[in-house]
T-cell receptor, first 114, second 114 residues
C-alpha cells in the first residue's frame, strides 16, 4: 500500500536534547513537507523540499533542521534551539509539478518536552 | 502572498441535518486549487474535497459539496445528512499552481449532536 509513515507516534525529549522525527513515503512524490500544529490551531509550515538534496525554510524554521538525501525520506530534527517544541508534527508529500498539488499526510508525531 | 480565513472557530449540527462551513481566501495566483481537509480526533489529515479554480462547476463528493464563488473568493463546504463520524476539525487550504506551498486556514471545529 502506498502512503506516508511517520515514526515514532509519541516522542519524549528532555530539555537540551536534539531529536529526529522520521518521515518516509512510497508514493514517488517529489515534494515533501513538515508542519507543526499546536492545540486548537492550524498547520504552520516548518520546511519543505521539492527535490532531493534541496530544501527551503517555511514560516517557522528556527530551531529545526532537515535533510533530503533520498526521495523517499525527509527527516526533521528538532534542536535544543527550539524554545517551545512540544507540539504535533505532520509530514506530507505531493507531486511537485503537474497533478492537483494535493498533499498527502502521514499520521503525525506527538513530541513532548519533559 | 496568499491567505485563507475561516471565520467560524466552532460549529454544531444535529445528526441528519445540513451544515455549511465558510472559507474566504486571497491570492495573486491566476490559477490555483482549493481543498477542504478533515482532521478527526485521531489527528490524521484526510482530504474531503478539492476544487480547481478554473472549473466553474462546484465539486461534489457524496454528502460533501462546495459553493465556489471565484469573484468573491469564497469556498464554503456543505455537509448534507450529517453523521456522527463527521465530527472533526475542518481546514480550508489553497495552493497556487506555480508553487507547492499549501496555505491553511485556522480551522473550524464541527460537533455533530445525536
Amino acid at each position: 500500500d502506498g502512503g506516508i509513515t511517520q515514526s515514532p507516534k509519541y516522542l519524549f525529549r528532555k530539555e537540551g536534547q536534539n531529536v529526529t522525527l522520521s518521515c518516509e513515503q512510497n508514493l514517488n512524490h517529489d515534494a515533501m513537507y513538515w508542519y507543526r500544529q499546536d492545540p486548537g490551531q492550524g498547520l504552520r509550515l516548518i520546511y519543505y523540499s521539492q527535490i532531493v538534496n534541496d530544501f527551503q525554510k517555511g514560516d517557522i524554521a528556527e530551531g529545526y533542521s532537515v535533510s533530503r538525501e533520498k526521495k523517499e525520506s525527509f527527516p526533521l530534527t528538532v534542536t535544543s534551539a527550539q524554545k517551545n517544541p512540544t507540539a504535533f508534527y505532520l509530514c506530507a508529500s505531493s507531486i511537485f509539478q503537474g497533478g492537483t498539488n494535493e498533499q498527502f499526510f502521514g499520521p503525525g508525531t506527538r513530541l513532548t518536552v519533559l | 502572498a496568499q491567505t485563507v480565513t475561516q471565520s467560524q472557530p466552532e460549529m454544531s449540527v444535529q445528526e441528519a441535518e445540513t451544515v455549511t462551513l465558510s472559507c474566504t481566501y486571497d491570492t495573486s495566483e491566476s490559477d490555483y486549487y482549493l481543498f477542504w481537509y478533515k482532521q478527526p480526533p485521531s489527528r490524521q489529515m484526510i482530504l474531503v474535497i478539492r476544487q480547481e479554480a478554473y472549473k466553474q462547476q462546484n465539486a461534489t463528493e457524496n454528502r460533501f459539496s462546495v459553493n465556489f464563488q471565484k469573484a468573491a473568493k469564497s469556498f464554503s463546504l456543505k455537509i448534507s445528512d450529517s453523521q456522527l463520524g463527521d465530527a472533526a476539525m475542518y481546514f480550508c487550504a489553497l495552493v497556487g499552481t506555480s508553487g507547492s506551498r499549501l496555505t491553511f486556514g485556522e480551522g473550524t471545529q464541527l460537533t455533530v449532536n445525536p
